[in-house]
């Protein structure tokens, strides 16, 4: 076997190997502070059952064995973006196989030079890698900061020639991954819609959760002042996949220029099936009870943050993504594993995937998790803090 490079081992090494896929072992029995799970549709026999079911009834193959636009087409899929459109009140859903490959296609294609893209300075990988791949000026705004966003229109209108024709888009997220906050988004959709610029909402972390449900747009009623709306399925939803809401025109746009969906095989029918199945549930009383109890649960962490006097090291956020910056790699690495030790599954999120100095843990709260369990997770965070 070839020798691995020179120079790639000292790249690996400059990171300090900071990345590593966890120690299964370690991990056995844990209680789950930490995956995107938030309403518990991972682990639910229900969904499983349901989606073989239309697989028999459909008799589905295993695989897509192809792109959408070759073999990969096939009527579950249909199924499942007539579901998505009537549920969160789009036109269309046009249907990728990862929230990643979504915004990748997205950002690559629609945005053409002599565009503007504007986006949070907090938005995510798929974001800003779709952005890079393709021909528009971009620049980014400080987080949540409408004021700031209206001076980087200024300042990218004086700096770039733009034809009759040019957009500009504006990009932003429902709830952030990493600090679990949220822009005002009534306030960026009134101002886009003032301005005739496109406004793209990436709803991964609200979709399941808030609005029903349906997102922050939908609980907003801001459907129509959105130009596209990205939503996922691997985290409340506790599948795989993603989806772009938006216009007619666009879901056809999407399916001739999208590299990310043209090049790829389809989602598998089972995926798909089980997608359809975790809506059903969504949309049920099941769903909404399992949402009222994940609310009360971030009511009730964020009273205890408050008894424990740990305001200053939590981010503010009314989301079940919850954030302790303790700062450095090392600490936070440390504090995981105390947490790890008396039974919690609470994992560090390190520099540079946030920036330095602001290493944080990231608390995910789900349907699951229990009262007492949040109160031991915090004492314990707050000996560490106080130790
Ligand atoms: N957008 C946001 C805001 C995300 O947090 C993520 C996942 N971390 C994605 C997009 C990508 O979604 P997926 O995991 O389905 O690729």
């Given amino acids: 076997m070839p020798n691995f490079p020179k120079k790639l081992r000292q790249r690996l090494e400059k990171r300090k190997n900071e990345n590593a896929l966890r120690k299964l072992s370690n991990y056995k029995d844990l209680v789950d502070f ?9 682990r639910e026999k229900k969904i499983q059952r349901q989606a073989e ?8 193959s295993n695989g897509a064995t192809g792109s959408r636009l070759l073999t990969g087409h096939y009527p579950l899929l249909e199924e499942l973006e007539a579901v998505l459109a009537h549920f969160h009140k789009a036109q269309t859903a046009l249907v990728f196989n990862s929230g990643y490959d979504a915004n990748l296609g997205f950002f690559s294609s ?19 890698d779709g952005i890079a791949l393709g021909n528009a000026k971009s620049y980014k705004f400080k987080h949540n900061d409408l004021k700031d966003l209206n001076e ?8 770039q020639s733009r034809s009759e024709d040019s957009e500009i888009y504006v990009v932003t997220e429902s709830v ?3 600090d679990g906050d949220s822009p005002d988004l009534g306030a960026m959709a009134d101002y886009c819609a003032k301005h005739k610029l496109c406004l793209i909402v990436d709803e991964a972390h609200a979709v399941g959760v808030l609005g029903q449900g349906r997102g922050l747009v939908a609980e907003l009623d801001l459907e129509e002042k959105v130009f596209a709306r990205l939503v996922t399925f691997g985290k409340a939803l506790g599948c795989h996949g993603a989806a772009i809401l938006g216009a007619n025109g666009l879901k056809t746009y999407l399916i001739n220029f999208a590299r990310s969906l043209i090049y790829t095989t ?21 769903g909404k009870e399992k949402r009222e109890r994940l609310y009360n649960l971030i009511q009730r962490f964020r009273s205890i943050v408050s008894e424990y006097g740990l305001q200053d090291l939590f981010l503010s956020s009314d989301s079940a993504i919850q954030v302790a910056v303790l700062g450095g790699n090392k600490r936070v690495r440390h ?10 599954d609470v994992r560090p999120i390190l520099a540079p995937t946030v920036a ?29 803090g106080n130790g």
């Fill in 110 to 128: 629609v945005p053409q030079r002599n565009d503007i893209v504007l986006y949070d300075e907090l938005s995510h990988a798929s974001i800003r």
């Fill in 34 to 42: 930490s995956s995107n799970d938030y309403l518990g549709l991972a």
């Fill in 335 to 344: 504090c995981a594993e105390i947490l790890m030790q008396n039974g919690f």
């Fill in 53 to 60: 079911g239309m697989m028999l009834e459909s008799a589905c």
């Fill in 356 to 384: 330095k100095g602001y290493e944080r843990l990231r608390i995910c709260l789900h349907d699951y998790n229990t009262r007492q369990e949040i109160r031991t997770v915090l004492e314990l965070i707050s000996k560490f």
């Fill in 266 to 286: 389809a989602l598998p029918p089972h995926t798909t099936a089980s997608i359809i199945a975790a809506y059903k549930l969504l949309d049920a009383p099941e």
């Fill in 152 to 159: 980087k229109i200024a300042m990218s209108l004086r700096a």
């Fill in 176 to 178: 952030f991954s990493m």
